[in-house]
């Protein structure tokens, strides 16, 4: 993976003219010197809190202390667990197995077992597929079993590997040739599918010829890949599934050829030919997908059928080993999903069930069949939250499982030998993990204070406990199914210094409460008053406020140089109810902002030493569009603002996401111009630092290129930072220098702690 080294090209444009000067060849006034006393020399400033550079280093070559840190892939059929695990400072990822039945853990393999680099050559569909999944790692970094565990697939490069567990033995899959992008291993591990040059192949892993499934008829057409919204946005990043018994499989075929080609330069390498990118902006023309059911002896496929015309996005698709094959697909607009079960046969689809919504729709999965195939599991948004309800073969419910008053979340396990269900429920700032009965009330498992995840293995009894403490403890533990601890995963990951200061509260204003988080100095002095820096997102879909102290490493970084740094979750956000989230619904930014001004008020009144003449704020993607409008929408609070990779125009960014809660912009021309911090660059008033990766095929450069163009024209303060990496950073040195570079700015623009 290429280095991301900031580019020589920081821009500054200023509205301020510069200071007067002698015109050339003139000589200055006399000045005829005066009698005077001397007069007394100021006492000198106190030294500005120092910015501890191996610190921020530090934070940025552990990725604020995640490295190392177990990343579970399969918790198998025997109660094993297959985890992936990199060095404390490492990026290069090895594969690891933990045998629950003694707690022993083995490496199964690593990059430099199988191949000479762990700098594998990686193809532009899986360069592409990791930035869709925000992945930085090298090495091993993704593994798949097949139904019993006893065969993984590893993909490395342009090569495939199948390792036998029992013996630790691994061979290379003979696959003819070319790069094999997105392997899937069948369920009986005796095959595995790849894409090579936009069709799909398959092969056995014993030895055998490479067969060719599918025919593209030219470049427009792919096969065995999700287009690029669904994998951005709509969770779903698989374009093949193999049906439980191995000999046949669902392949999607995609036409790109009426979406717009977008190009991206990598301006760091001026030799190299612009990369196009298929990139469908709100109100343009989405890929067509079409699905189809291919026999692996080959033969005629049998087409999948359902209105994709009116249902044109494709949420899930799955084929259990039980229960029908099952697709779940929207309309353009969101606001209408249907459950579809599809008959292998013949190809045609029946609605098992239907949702609206007249906002948009959130979607969590697919259904969860049963083992027995009479049923199935799924998750619905109600009002006030989540449900887990059973229905029905024949798509009539059965009853609800988890009602939305435990706050559950959507994330769940099923035992398969007991029809247990082991879930994650609690507020928006910590969870616990829970578990239900067939015909019993929940219990719950957990009691230490933080945010918990769960696996559950279907058959063997085994549950995978992730749990990220209050008090900064993490662990992954393997328990029974009476909660007995079997085993911990191992961590090697660094522990930090002192766990950030951060305290979570809740604050009430008027009608309604939010959740928020305060990071102050380690070295605070609560007679002085601090600047204050808004840590921001405040999109939807995502929070920031967690009871875990170790998501605000870098808030402590930022505050330990003299701020008090602020999260806070307003309307839009998840977890909170429909009414809460679609509060934003049309307009992405009025109840946004005046929620975090809310916020950030209320916190004020309350604790003086917050300096509320003096704030802030900095976001990345979404925060980043939030910090650009800040400076436009409210700069009698926000004093400067620090915008990463921000959308800038709601018109420049995809269909699915934007179209989800914007309309399209020919449903919305007012609402798509008053959101616009391009359309809107006049009002902007307050100094505005802009980064940007030139080369993000997400969130473009364009957009901030097209709001420095018109900063500029306005005559309004600006920097701009141009990286020549893509949408997330993965080079700790690059990383270290931009927070620097933050730090710095808002040192310039917002001051340091004052006595009152």
């Not at 999944?133 to 019993?148: E, H, T």
């Not at 961590?491 to 008027?510: F, H, R």
């Not at 704020?617 to 926000?638: E, I, K, L, T």
């Not at 980064?691 to 005559?715: K, P, R």
């Amino acid at each position: 993976m290429k280095r991301l080294a900031a580019l020589a090209l920081v821009l500054a444009a200023c509205s301020h003219p510069p200071a007067p000067r002698c015109p050339p060849g003139a000589a200055a006034s006399p000045v005829e010197p005066a009698f005077v006393d001397e007069p007394v020399a100021p006492p000198p400033a106190p030294a500005p809190p120092a910015i501890d550079r191996e610190a921020i280093s530090e934070l940025a070559a552990t990725r604020s202390y995640n490295l190392g840190t177990p990343r579970p892939v399969a918790l198998l059929p025997d109660g094993d667990v297959l985890f992936l695990r990199t060095g404390p400072r490492s990026y290069v990822a090895e594969l690891f197995e933990l045998d629950a039945a003694t707690g022993a853990v083995r490496k199964l393999a690593s990059a430099g077992d199988l191949v000479k680099s762990t700098d594998v050559q990686l193809s532009a569909a899986e360069k592409a597929k990791r930035e869709r999944l925000r992945m930085a790692l090298r090495g091993i970094v993704s593994v798949s079993a097949d139904r019993d565990g006893a065969r993984l697939l590893i993909p490395l490069g342009s090569e495939l590997f199948i390792l036998d567990r029992a013996t630790g033995a691994a061979k290379a899959v003979a696959i003819g040739g070319g790069y094999p992008d997105s392997p899937l291993l069948a369920p009986d591990g005796k095959r595995v599918a790849f894409i090579r040059d936009r069709d799909v192949w398959v092969v056995g892993v014993d030895g055998g010829k490479p067969t060719k499934l599918t025919a593209s008829p030219g470049p427009d057409v792919s096969f065995g890949n999700a287009e690029f919204v669904a994998a951005e946005e709509l969770d779903r990043t698989a374009g093949m599934w193999w049906a439980p018994t191995g000999d046949r499989l669902i392949i999607q075929r995609t036409d790109d050829s009426k979406v717009d080609t977008l190009y991206v330069a990598n301006p760091r390498h001026p030799d190299q030919a612009p990369t196009p990118f298929r990139y469908p902006r709100a109100g343009t023309t989405n890929a067509t997908v079409g699905f189809a059911i291919h026999a692996v002896k080959g033969g005629k496929p049998t087409a999948i059928t359902w209105d994709a015309a009116a249902f044109p996005y494709v949420h899930h698709v799955g084929w259990p080993k039980a229960g029908a094959p099952t697709m779940v697909v929207l309309n353009r607009a969101q606001t209408e999903l249907r459950v579809l079960a599809i008959d292998p046969a013949t190809g045609k689809t029946t609605t098992l069930l239907t949702e609206t919504n007249p906002a948009w729709l959130n979607t969590s999965g697919g259904p969860v069949w049963a083992a027995d195939g009479k049923s199935f599991l799924w998750t619905r948004e109600h009002a006030d939250g989540w449900a887990l309800e059973r229905y029905g073969a024949d798509g009539k419910l059965q009853g609800t499982v988890i009602g939305p008053d435990y706050g559950f979340g959507g994330q769940f396990g099923v035992d398969d030998d007991t029809g247990e269900i082991w879930f994650v429920a609690g507020t928006p700032v910590d969870s616990q993990v829970w578990s239900v009965a067939p015909g019993a009330a929940p219990t719950r498992r957990t009691d230490a204070r933080g945010t918990h995840a769960i696996g559950v293995a279907p058959k063997g009894g085994t549950r995978l406990i992730v749990a990220n403490g209050a008090d900064g403890k993490r662990s992954q533990t393997v328990v029974r199914r009476d909660g007995t601890v079997v085993a911990v995963v191992p961590s090697v990951a660094e522990d930090g210094p002192a766990l950030p200061t951060t305290v979570v509260e809740e604050v009430a204003a008027k009608d309604r409460t939010y959740w928020t988080a305060v990071t102050r100095p380690r070295n605070f002095d609560p007679s002085k008053r601090y600047p204050v820096v808004l840590q921001v997102y405040a999109g939807p879909g995502v929070t920031t406020v967690t009871r875990n102290p170790r998501a605000y490493w870098k808030d402590q970084l930022l505050a330990d140089t003299g701020f008090i740094v602020v999260r806070g979750d307003g309307r839009g956000t998840p977890g909170r109810g429909m009414a809460w989230e679609r509060a934003i619904a049309r307009d992405l930014i009025t109840v946004p902002m005046a929620d975090q001004v809310e916020i950030l008020t209320r916190l004020g009144a309350k604790h003086r030493e917050l300096d509320l003449a003096r704030v802030g704020a900095v976001g990345w993607s979404f925060g980043g569009y939030f910090a650009a409008m800040a400076v436009q929408r409210a700069p009698d609070m926000f004093k400067a603002a620090i915008a990463g990779a921000p959308v800038t125009d709601w018109r420049l960014y995809d269909t699915a996401y934007t179209e989800r809660y914007m309309g399209t912009p020919d449903q919305n021309p007012t609402g798509y111009d008053a959101t616009s911090a391009v359309v809107n660059a006049a009002s902007s008033s307050r100094p505005l630092l802009l980064i940007h990766g030139m080369t993000d095929d997400n969130v473009y450069a364009a957009h901030s290129l097209a709001l420095t163009e018109a900063l500029f024209a306005a005559g309004k303060p600006f920097e701009f930072v141009a990286m020549s990496g893509t949408h997330m950073m993965a080079d700790p040195t690059s990383e270290a220098a931009l927070l620097t570079k933050q730090i710095e700015f808002f040192r310039a623009h917002l001051g340091l702690p004052t006595a009152p």
